[in-house]
């Protein structure tokens, strides 16, 4: 069974500092993918990065970055220079077995709160 | 542009309706989709996965009878919450992946429903 874990009910950071965020997972599959999405108080799911169980090197999208360590099952997204904007629901959610098709699992998710 | 097209975005239904909810696929023919619901403050619970011309697959716990979910064509799956009841009431949102390697899960907007 996976499992995925955000420890992180609620953040906050003040406005242009970095914020990390955390996630751990747990499977026994040695293919997974690993996705962070935000959302909104609107409730649009909003995918941010992506880094599969494969790759060599952190997954940096913009602002957003992923901290992959692997022998920890760590998936920590950090998000550099917050902005006000950034205020919402973070997940972060797990797929198995290869890179395609099969069940995207959530974790309980992280509410941040960007100061100004 | 959006890939999901979800209708409708919020609906209000006494008890015991049946309401049902589109979930369309805009871009590309979709053999499989997901349904999610997400309580407020939760996080998002796979509901059931959605398979074009068979049965859908249900989650543990799912009442695969009140939640019926119709696949019938390549581009639209709907979910039916067949008498409503109030603990029915919930935010309700479909996906399907991305047809490149290593593509997110994309969304629709979902679906609020409240049943009083």
């Known amino acids: 069974a996976q499992k995925i874990t955000q420890t992180q009910p609620g953040m906050f950071v003040q406005e242009k500092e970095a914020v990390t965020l955390d996630c751990t997972y747990d499977?026994?599959?040695?293919?997974?993918?690993l996705f962070w999405y935000k959302q909104p108080s609107s409730g649009e799911m909003i995918f941010l990065i992506y880094q599969g169980s494969y790759d060599q090197q952190n997954a940096t999208e913009g602002r957003y970055s992923l901290n992959f360590q692997k022998a920890r099952k760590s998936a920590n997204l950090v998000i550099s220079a917050s902005q006000l904007g950034d205020s919402a629901m973070y997940f972060c959610a797990m797929r198995e077995g290869g890179n395609q098709g099969g069940k995207l699992i959530f974790g309980q998710g992280t509410e941040l709160s960007v100061k100004p | 542009g959006a890939v999901v097209s979800q209708h409708p975005s919020w609906v209000i239904c006494k008890s015991g309706t049946s309401v049902k909810i589109e979930c369309r696929s805009l871009?590309?023919?979709?053999?499989?989709m997901f349904w999610y619901r997400q309580f407020p403050k939760q996080s998002l619970m796979l509901m059931a996965t959605s398979n074009e011309g068979s049965k859908a697959t249900y989650e543990q716990g799912v009442e695969k009878d009140k939640f019926l979910i119709n696949h019938a064509s390549l581009t639209l799956s709907t979910l039916t919450v067949t008498s409503a009841h109030p603990e029915d009431s919930s935010f309700y949102i479909c996906s399907l992946w991305g047809l490149q390697l290593n593509s997110p899960l994309h969304f629709g907007n979902g679906t609020r429903l409240t049943v009083t």
């Open positions: 499977t026994s599959d040695p293919s997974y993918g």
């Open positions: 871009d590309f023919q979709a053999t499989t």
